[in-house]
């Protein structure tokens, strides 16, 4: 290894296989941190380090270290639950959690605020429903999401078991959670072994995420992600292959414009039989390829902008042994989810409901953490979590239909919301997330309230348009491919993006910086207006704002930085 | 301290050599004194003789053996006063703890004192408990012949009042002993009764020749107190309560300086703080007696009276000063002491209202006492300053807000650069060991208080011994006191480990206790190897459960019955290696 690697490079070789020297820092019971180079270590373990920011400023005045607590990011494959496995996660948020649960864009359940002394306690309950945080976070293949399809059974059936196959098939292979976490015995290798076919020593150069989407609805925003599938049906709804998405992602860095957010390339088709192994290749040519020199430069889509899709798609060829055949046509219609019943192609019904940035939790007078409890004890289909930060009570049968609507209409989970609130959604951001830069979470049903003040006064209120915020540009909310795009700048700033395109499939333009509150919606009532007076019909937001010239369309994302301001294009 | 001064080839068997150590190793200098005199004599007098005759007085002056049971020090202090008085008079006084007492050398005791406190709820001071039980027990000494007297302490404040003087007094006198004095018990204002006391037993026990003379006892006239233990007034330099705002309890660290200063205070002492009544209450209690305007009234009373204390004397003198009917009732059948339980004050006249005067209003309260709190700092790291640590105590009973005086006084009025009074109160039985002893100190909430005193004397003065701490509170998050502090302790080493318990973190509650189980090996090798086991805070049931963990401890790690393992901490306490600051 040359000497100009990134640092975290130099942590995982050293780590004896993601170990570091979490185990005894555990042991350490006077402080609730652990150390520098564990930090990056435990994200692989699908945990991170985080500190209470809202107490920082008190606590060197009360002679105590910041106030840290965990947050662990279950695994959880196309974000599908057993009623079994749901109570049990929400059994520890509120035994050892802060109390909430907090259901992700990519489909998995965040528990935070868990403290050093009861990690272990909390992973071993996790266990017991057999979920772990295996590779939740970190330079790994993360969680693996899946299109939640209610209303197509069958598809969902071949989306989901595609999904967990590439979930098996790139899980690392170190014993290191089970020893550290689950008081497992250490196995030692055998010499000689190898204990990473895949990843190696060293792991991936940055995080890496899969996601399978079947049209028409695009709700994992298959574009986002390093490596996408989109399902190819025949005229019977058999699917009979995959399209290959690489490259998608949406992280990049304040004022420094050789970051960008990017949508993917449709590489190719595949047919069902080589997606593990295409999804392997992709794998290790990231893995040999990416840049492992500058984190900020480290995903697969600066490899791919880097050396250009084709001779990436012929080492992908050759490494799998297979050729990918020309990219099918698809079509989808929007990212967001359909909310309410639904009937299956097999009769049973799934319920979809509306979870306000995810977070399930009892506070106000609104108990939608116990009705949730009260629905997973009665009932014996599934939890299915979207990438949108909802969940659907999905296979119910018509027996318990009225009481599950009866009781998540009680909590406020089915509440008529508003077009723009229904297709919102936030990060976490402060006061648990180390790299907010700005409220994101705690902020966003506030700023949706002015805005639907002004939506009503234009007549609309009923109209579907995508909104998402961030506290900071890494875009854990996917802020680039909404209609309108804030990402956190600073304390109570926003930077202001409009024009990404309802299906997902464009990215959205900076349109305004800096803003606060105030300008936020100042910013907004124009394009509100003339939306309700100039759009066509069946024009979506997002179009309407490159048409009527308020922003200049995206490409794919080299260009996202280009056209803004005073460059702004005029038609 | 030298523990073993009768070295192994004195010319007694092993058990007897043992046995003279742990008579003459705990022994004060003034206790060898009377040994050695007493057994010149025995010899001068010639085998047989059994009357002791000091050798060195040339008038023989009679011994008088004062033992006294105190947990803050008022006893002992008592004990002083008698001795000196009884000196004037002709007696040769020693003053015992009783936590020290050999109780067959009471067997030989002419004339014999105990001064004793009552603690909490009817129970000995902590560190007499173990003789206290022995005196209670079957194995107890017969006492023919011996002629004795007992100053009861206590606090009327409390159900059993006195409870445990009157058993010693009991007691003795059921042992055969001959009561010439009889006992007097003493509230918190015991200065006067007890100096009247001291007066008539140095009278009865003074030998006759010794008549005509003037008894004197020195209560009245205090010689100037030393400077460590004047009232001294005091700045708060720093301010902070130190749990955190989600915490829902209330610890505040003040750091005091004095100008010219700070009192000789040791790690271990506490400081007396002479706390003021919150002004709302006194407003209250005024209201309720129908004295709301009389502002001379309501100034004393916040100042310097106990305004809310409610014991079965004050509904006595209640009763007979107003002639409350109901008052009398509740008295008569026997329901008063179950009513004051949980009520203070005011719950009184406002339950059952009546006339009242400033005059009979004031009868009803007792002068307000000093609040002890452990020092947390020592003088050679923090110079001027004196540091404490102090839990606001709230609760509710009988559907009113109740707070501690004291504590609600600092959590509530106080702020940074205001003045407080305060006094050293010194603790000697608390003190830290030779440097290079080990010490293992148990300090769950406020108690670990003397233990970051303990900890900075221990940088400063570069001692050798290791220090392990354990700590407990509710939650880690919010209630770990001082945890800076001990993070760079453990850095530096003045403090060479550290367990934490936080009860409110896991579904079953985790206290010091179990985390000295859960490390009990270790444990009972620094003991074996000759630490020293501190114990600081709740008296009730955390003090108890330790010391439980330790006898078990031992049961399990040296494979010891139950009986075996409860003489090992017996030992421990004998040698003065277990120590306690409880309340």
């Given at each position: 290894?040359?000497?100009?690697?990134?640092?975290?490079?130099?942590?995982?070789?050293?780590?004896?296989?993601?170990?570091?020297?979490?185990?005894?820092?555990?042991?350490?019971?006077?402080?609730?941190?652990?150390?520098?180079?564990?930090?990056?270590?435990?994200?692989?373990?699908?945990?991170?380090?985080?500190?209470?920011?809202?107490?920082?400023?008190?606590?060197?005045?009360?002679?105590?270290?910041?106030?840290?607590?965990?947050?662990?990011?279950?695994?959880?494959p196309g974000g599908v639950l057993t009623p079994q496995q749901?109570?049990?996660?929400?059994?520890?948020?509120?035994?050892?959690?802060?109390?909430?649960?907090?259901?992700?864009?990519?489909?998995?359940?965040?528990?935070?605020?868990?403290?050093?002394?009861?990690?272990?306690?909390?992973?071993?309950?996790?266990?017991?429903?057999?979920?772990?945080?295996?590779?939740?976070?970190?330079?790994?293949?993360?969680?693996v999401m899946c299109n939640v399809l209610p209303e197509q059974?069958?598809?969902?059936?071949?989306?989901?078991?595609?999904?967990?196959?590439?979930?098996?098939?790139?899980?690392?292979?170190?014993?290191?959670?089970?020893?550290?976490?689950?008081?497992?015995?250490?196995?030692?290798?055998?010499?000689?072994?190898?204990?990473?076919?895949?990843?190696?020593?060293?792991?991936?150069?940055?995080?890496?995420?899969?996601?399978?989407?079947?049209?028409?609805?695009?709700?994992?925003?298959?574009?986002?992600?390093?490596?996408?599938?989109?399902?190819?049906?025949?005229?019977?709804?058999?699917?009979?292959?995959?399209?290959?998405?690489?490259?998608?992602?949406?992280?990049?860095?304040?004022?420094?414009?050789?970051?960008?957010?990017?949508?993917?390339?449709?590489?190719?088709?595949?047919?069902?039989?080589?997606?593990?192994?295409?999804?392997?290749?992709?794998?290790?040519?990231?893995?040999?390829?990416?840049?492992?020199?500058?984190?900020?430069?480290?995903?697969?889509?600066?490899?791919?902008?880097?050396?250009?899709?084709?001779?990436?798609?012929?080492?992908?060829?050759?490494?799998?042994?297979?050729?990918?055949?020309?990219?099918?046509?698809?079509?989808?219609?929007?990212?967001?989810?359909?909310?309410?019943?639904?009937?299956?192609?097999?009769?049973?019904?799934?319920?979809?409901?509306?979870?306000?940035?995810?977070?399930?939790?009892?506070?106000?007078?609104?108990?939608?953490?116990?009705?949730?409890?009260?629905?997973?004890?009665?009932?014996?289909?599934?939890?299915?979590?979207?990438?949108?930060?909802?969940?659907?009570?999905?296979?119910?049968?018509?027996?318990?239909?009225?009481?599950?609507?009866?009781?998540?209409?009680?909590?406020?989970?089915?509440?008529?919301?508003?077009?723009?609130?229904?297709?919102?959604?936030?990060?976490?951001?402060?006061?648990?997330?180390?790299?907010?830069?700005?409220?994101?979470?705690?902020?966003?049903?506030?700023?949706?309230?002015?805005?639907?003040?002004?939506?009503?006064?234009?007549?609309?209120?009923?109209?579907?348009?995508?909104?998402?915020?961030?506290?900071?540009?890494?875009?854990?909310?996917?802020?680039?491919?909404?209609?309108?795009?804030?990402?956190?700048?600073?304390?109570?700033?926003?930077?202001?993006?409009?024009?990404?395109?309802?299906?997902?499939?464009?990215?959205?333009?900076?349109?305004?910086?800096?803003?606060?509150?105030?300008?936020?919606?100042?910013?907004?009532?124009?394009?509100?207006?003339?939306?309700?007076?100039?759009?066509?019909?069946?024009?979506?937001?997002?179009?309407?704002?490159?048409?009527?010239?308020?922003?200049?369309?995206?490409?794919?994302?080299?260009?996202?930085?280009?056209?803004?301001?005073?460059?702004?294009?005029?038609? | 301290?030298?523990?073993?001064?009768?070295?192994?080839?004195?010319?007694?068997?092993?058990?007897?050599?043992?046995?003279?150590?742990?008579?003459?190793?705990?022994?004060?200098?003034?206790?060898?004194?009377?040994?050695?005199?007493?057994?010149?004599?025995?010899?001068?007098?010639?085998?047989?003789?059994?009357?002791?005759?000091?050798?060195?007085?040339?008038?023989?002056?009679?011994?008088?053996?004062?033992?006294?049971?105190?947990?803050?020090?008022?006893?002992?202090?008592?004990?002083?006063?008698?001795?000196?008085?009884?000196?004037?008079?002709?007696?040769?006084?020693?003053?015992?703890?009783?936590?020290?007492?050999?109780?067959?050398?009471?067997?030989?005791?002419?004339?014999?004192?105990?001064?004793a406190a009552t603690w909490g709820e009817g129970e000995p001071?902590?560190?007499?408990?173990?003789?206290?039980?022995?005196?209670?027990?079957?194995?107890?000494?017969?006492?023919?012949?011996?002629?004795?007297?007992?100053?009861?302490?206590?606090?009327?404040?409390?159900?059993?009042?006195?409870?445990?003087?009157?058993?010693?007094?009991?007691?003795?006198?059921?042992?055969?002993?001959?009561?010439?004095?009889?006992?007097?018990?003493?509230?918190?204002?015991?200065?006067?009764?007890?100096?009247?006391?001291?007066?008539?037993?140095?009278?009865?026990?003074?030998?006759?020749?010794?008549?005509?003379?003037?008894?004197?006892?020195?209560?009245?006239?205090?010689?100037?107190?030393?400077?460590?233990?004047?009232?001294?007034?005091?700045?708060?330099?720093?301010?902070?309560?130190?749990?955190?705002?989600?915490?829902?309890?209330?610890?505040?660290?003040?750091?005091?300086?004095?100008?010219?200063?700070?009192?000789?205070?040791?790690?271990?002492?506490?400081?007396?703080?002479?706390?003021?009544?919150?002004?709302?209450?006194?407003?209250?209690?005024?209201?309720?007696?129908?004295?709301?305007?009389?502002?001379?009234?309501?100034?004393?009373?916040?100042?310097?009276?106990?305004?809310?204390?409610?014991?079965?004397?004050?509904?006595?003198?209640?009763?007979?000063?107003?002639?409350?009917?109901?008052?009398?009732?509740?008295?008569?059948?026997?329901?008063?002491?179950?009513?004051?339980?949980?009520?203070?004050?005011?719950?009184?006249?406002?339950?059952?209202?009546?006339?009242?005067?400033?005059?009979?209003?004031?009868?009803?309260?007792?002068?307000?006492?000093?609040?002890?709190?452990?020092?947390?700092?020592?003088?050679?790291?923090?110079?001027?300053?004196?540091?404490?640590?102090?839990?606001?105590?709230?609760?509710?009973?009988?559907?009113?807000?109740?707070?501690?005086?004291?504590?609600?006084?600092?959590?509530?009025?106080?702020?940074?650069?205001?003045?407080?009074?305060?006094?050293?109160?010194?603790?000697?039985?608390?003190?830290?060991?030779?440097?290079?002893?080990?010490?293992?100190?148990?300090?769950?909430?406020?108690?670990?208080?003397?233990?970051?005193?303990?900890?900075?004397?221990?940088?400063?003065?570069?001692?050798?011994?290791?220090?392990?701490?354990?700590?407990?509170?509710?939650?880690?998050?919010?209630?770990?006191?001082?945890?800076?502090?001990?993070?760079?302790?453990?850095?530096?080493?003045?403090?060479?480990?550290?367990?934490?318990?936080?009860?409110?973190?896991?579904?079953?509650?985790?206290?010091?206790?179990?985390?000295?189980?859960?490390?009990?090996?270790?444990?009972?090798?620094?003991?074996?190897?000759?630490?020293?086991?501190?114990?600081?805070?709740?008296?009730?049931?955390?003090?108890?459960?330790?010391?439980?963990?330790?006898?078990?401890?031992?049961?399990?790690?040296?494979?010891?019955?139950?009986?075996?393992?409860?003489?090992?901490?017996?030992?421990?306490?004998?040698?003065?290696?277990?120590?306690?600051?409880?309340?």
């Amino acid at each position: 290894m040359t000497d100009d690697v990134s640092r975290n490079e130099r942590i995982k070789e050293a780590s004896d296989y993601l170990r570091g020297t979490l185990a005894e820092g555990l042991r350490e019971e006077i402080t609730g941190g652990i150390v520098e180079d564990d930090q990056q270590l435990v994200k692989f373990h699908g945990m991170y380090l985080q500190d209470d920011r809202d107490l920082r400023p008190e606590r060197t005045r009360k002679k105590m270290e910041k106030a840290f607590a965990f947050m662990i990011r279950v695994r959880i494959p196309g974000g599908v639950l057993t009623p079994q496995q749901w109570l049990a996660l929400d059994e520890v948020s509120r035994v050892y959690g802060n109390g909430t649960m907090r259901l992700t864009t990519r489909q998995t359940v965040q528990l935070h605020g868990v403290i050093k002394s009861n990690l272990k306690a909390t992973l071993k309950a996790i266990d017991t429903v057999l979920l772990n945080s295996i590779a939740a976070c970190g330079d790994i293949n993360r969680n693996v999401m899946c299109n939640v399809l209610p209303e197509q059974s069958r598809a969902h059936a071949a989306a989901i078991e595609l999904a967990r196959s590439v979930s098996d098939h790139l899980l690392p292979h170190t014993p290191a959670y089970r020893e550290i976490w689950l008081d497992g015995e250490r196995i030692a290798g055998g010499e000689g072994e190898v204990v990473e076919p895949i990843y190696g020593k060293t792991y991936l150069p940055r995080k890496f995420k899969v996601v399978v989407a079947v049209p028409p609805s695009n709700d994992v925003d298959v574009f986002a992600h390093d490596l996408g599938y989109i399902a190819i049906a025949d005229g019977a709804a058999n699917i009979i292959g995959w399209n290959v998405t690489v490259g998608g992602g949406m992280g990049m860095t304040h004022g420094e414009l050789d970051t960008y957010p990017r949508t993917a390339d449709v590489m190719g088709f595949c047919k069902t039989a080589d997606a593990v192994k295409i999804a392997e290749a992709v794998v290790t040519v990231q893995r040999d390829w990416g840049d492992r020199k500058s984190r900020k430069h480290a995903r697969l889509k600066y490899t791919i902008e880097d050396r250009g899709l084709d001779a990436f798609r012929a080492e992908v060829e050759r490494r799998a042994g297979v050729k990918l055949a020309p990219p099918k046509p698809f079509a989808f219609t929007s990212t967001g989810d359909r909310y309410g019943w639904s009937e299956g192609s097999d009769g049973r019904s799934h319920l979809t409901l509306f979870v306000q940035n995810g977070r399930v939790h009892d506070v106000g007078g609104v108990a939608q953490q116990t009705a949730l409890r009260t629905i997973a004890q009665m009932h014996d289909g599934e939890f299915r979590i979207t990438a949108n930060q909802n969940l659907v009570i999905a296979n119910v049968p018509t027996s318990q239909q009225a009481e599950i609507e009866r009781i998540m209409r009680e909590a406020d989970l089915l509440a008529p919301w508003s077009g723009l609130r229904r297709n919102s959604m936030a990060c976490v951001a402060l006061p648990t997330c180390g790299l907010a830069l700005a409220e994101s979470e705690r902020y966003l049903p506030d700023l949706l309230t002015a805005l639907d003040e002004q939506l009503a006064a234009h007549g609309l209120s009923a109209d579907d348009i995508v909104i998402r915020m961030t506290g900071c540009p890494n875009g854990c909310a996917r802020p680039y491919l909404a209609e309108i795009g804030l990402v956190g700048k600073g304390p109570g700033r926003y930077n202001l993006y409009l024009g990404a395109a309802f299906d997902g499939s464009r990215m959205n333009k900076l349109y305004a910086e800096d803003l606060d509150h105030a300008g936020i919606v100042a910013a907004l009532e124009p394009v509100f207006a003339a939306y309700a007076g100039g759009r066509q019909k069946g024009e979506r937001f997002g179009d309407f704002a490159i048409r009527a010239g308020f922003v200049a369309a995206s490409g794919n994302g080299r260009d996202f930085h280009d056209n803004t301001g005073d460059k702004r294009a005029v038609q | 301290m030298e523990m073993s001064p009768i070295p192994k080839t004195a010319p007694f068997a092993e058990e007897e050599i043992d046995l003279l150590n742990r008579v003459v190793g705990p022994a004060s200098a003034n206790q060898r004194a009377w040994l050695a005199g007493f057994l010149a004599g025995l010899d001068a007098a010639g085998a047989g003789a059994v009357a002791p005759q000091p050798a060195a007085p040339a008038r023989p002056a009679e011994p008088l053996t004062i033992v006294y049971a105190s947990e803050s020090g008022n006893s002992e202090k008592l004990a002083g006063d008698l001795a000196k008085s009884a000196r004037k008079n002709g007696l040769k006084p020693t003053i015992i703890d009783m936590a020290d007492l050999d109780l067959s050398a009471l067997t030989t005791a002419k004339r014999l004192v105990f001064i004793a406190a009552t603690w909490g709820e009817g129970e000995p001071p902590a560190r007499a408990t173990r003789v206290y039980n022995e005196l209670m027990g079957d194995g107890a000494p017969r006492l023919e012949g011996v002629e004795f007297g007992v100053l009861a302490l206590g606090d009327t404040a409390y159900a059993e009042f006195c409870a445990i003087g009157k058993k010693i007094d009991e007691r003795l006198a059921a042992l055969g002993g001959k009561r010439i004095v009889d006992r007097v018990d003493c509230d918190l204002d015991f200065a006067e009764p007890a100096g009247r006391w001291i007066g008539d037993a140095v009278k009865a026990l003074a030998p006759p020749n010794a008549g005509g003379r003037v008894i004197e006892v020195d209560f009245g006239a205090k010689p100037a107190p030393a400077l460590n233990t004047d009232v001294v007034e005091a700045e708060i330099i720093e301010y902070v309560d130190l749990n955190s705002s989600r915490s829902d309890k209330e610890t505040i660290h003040l750091a005091l300086s004095f100008e010219g200063g700070a009192p000789a205070y040791e790690p271990g002492d506490s400081l007396d703080l002479y706390p003021e009544n919150d002004p709302a209450y006194v407003d209250d209690l005024l209201k309720a007696a129908g004295l709301s305007g009389d502002e001379k009234l309501r100034a004393e009373f916040i100042k310097s009276r106990d305004v809310t204390t409610l014991s079965l004397k004050t509904v006595e003198i209640y009763a007979s000063s107003t002639g409350h009917q109901y008052v009398k009732t509740l008295l008569d059948e026997g329901q008063a002491k179950e009513w004051i339980g949980g009520r203070q004050l005011i719950d009184l006249i406002a339950t059952f209202p009546i006339a009242l005067d400033a005059e009979k209003l004031r009868a009803l309260t007792r002068p307000l006492a000093p609040r002890a709190y452990s020092i947390a700092s020592s003088r050679r790291e923090v110079g001027d300053e004196a540091h404490l640590l102090i839990s606001a105590v709230r609760y509710e009973s009988h559907g009113r807000a109740r707070k501690g005086v004291a504590s609600s006084y600092v959590a509530e009025r106080l702020k940074r650069g205001d003045r407080v009074r305060v006094k050293v109160k010194p603790n000697k039985h608390f003190a830290l060991p030779a440097p290079d002893k080990d010490i293992i100190m148990v300090g769950p909430g406020t108690g670990v208080a003397p233990f970051r005193a303990f900890v900075q004397e221990r940088r400063a003065t570069e001692a050798t011994g290791r220090s392990w701490l354990f700590f407990g509170d509710r939650h880690f998050t919010h209630d770990f006191l001082y945890q800076l502090d001990w993070q760079d302790a453990l850095k530096d080493g003045a403090l060479t480990r550290m367990d934490v318990a936080f009860s409110r973190d896991t579904p079953e509650k985790i206290y010091v206790q179990h985390k000295l189980w859960d490390r009990r090996a270790e444990l009972i090798e620094w003991l074996d190897g000759g630490a020293l086991f501190y114990v600081c805070g709740d008296a009730k049931a955390m003090a108890k459960d330790v010391r439980a963990a330790l006898v078990r401890a031992y049961a399990d790690v040296k494979a010891l019955s139950p009986e075996a393992a409860e003489q090992a901490v017996v030992t421990l306490e004998r040698e003065k290696r277990y120590l306690q600051d409880t309340y």
